[in-house]
Nanobody
């Protein structure tokens, strides 16, 4: 049973940075793509980024392109989301989840499963 645990959230000022971690266990990490999602109060869950099972493909929501970077460390079964130049619109609960194989072209969260508990990111002055 896949298990994902997120960490690294917190409160930062606009323009600041955070690095989120998604630690995976209970499955063959190298077979699965990992997606980062976020959900702000009153808004739908949004896919922020995804990295394919072999790290060959990464993609990003338009709202974070050029500011966020996703990566994975196979030796640690961990996926990271480096977030730079944060703004107040980035405030949300960030969660990671898995899907077998490559990143799905549709960005819906319905293609992913085994969600972590989430980590809060708050950007405010």
């Amino acid at each position: 049973q896949p298990q994902l645990v997120e960490s690294g959230g917190g409160s930062v000022q606009p323009g600041g940075s955070l690095r989120l971690s998604c630690a995976a266990s209970g499955f063959t990490f190298n077979y699965y793509a990992i997606g980062w999602f976020r959900q702000a109060p009153g808004k739908e869950r949004e896919r922020v980024s995804c990295i394919s099972f072999d790290s060959g493909t990464t993609n990003y929501a338009d709202s974070v392109k050029g500011r966020f970077t996703i990566s994975r460390d196979k030796s640690k079964n961990t996926v990271y989301l480096q977030m730079n130049s944060l703004n107040v619109e980035d405030t949300a609960v960030y969660s990671c989840a898995v899907t077998l194989g490559p990143c799905p072209v549709p960005t819906s969260y319905l293609y992913f499963s085994s969600w972590g508990q989430g980590t809060q990111v708050t950007v405010s002055s």
